[in-house]
Nanobody, 120 residues
Framework: QGLLEESGGGAVQAGGSLRLSCVAS????????MGWFRQAPGKEREFVGD????????SYAESVKGRFTISRNNARNTVYLQMNSLKAEDTAVYYC?????????????WGQGTQVTVSS
């Protein structure tokens, strides 16, 4: 089974930055794509962005475009989410996810999540 483990969450003031990391091991790293999602208290989990290995296409939710950047370090089996100009509404638990090859883009591996708290 694959394993995804997030780190880098924490508390920061509005306007600050954080970088989240997601280390993948096992089958989780044999994937078509890896992505970041978040869930704020009382809200549904939402897509933040992802990176697809075919063409190395990167996509972002409108709410984070221009502020967040997804990147990957192949040698370290790690995907990053660089978050700049953070806002209070970015407060959420952030999850890393992977999509198995041939699974139609469905994310079927998930990390445990890391908390990000932005104070205004």
């Amino acid at each position: 089974q694959g394993l995804l483990e997030e780190s880098g969450g924490g508390a920061v003031q509005a306007g600050g930055s954080l970088r989240l990391s997601c280390v993948a091991s096992g089958r989780a790293f044999v994937s078509d794509a890896m992505g970041w999602f978040r869930q704020a208290p009382g809200k549904e989990r939402e897509f933040v962005g992802d990176i697809r290995w075919s063409g190395y296409k990167v996509s972002y939710a409108e709410s984070v475009k221009g502020r967040f950047t997804i990147s990957r370090n192949n040698a370290r089996n790690t995907v990053y989410l660089q978050m700049n100009s953070l806002k209070a509404e970015d407060t959420a638990v952030y999850y890393c996810a992977a999509s198995s090859p041939g699974n139609g883009g469905v994310y079927d591996h998930w990390g445990q999540g890391t908390q990000v708290t932005v104070s205004s």
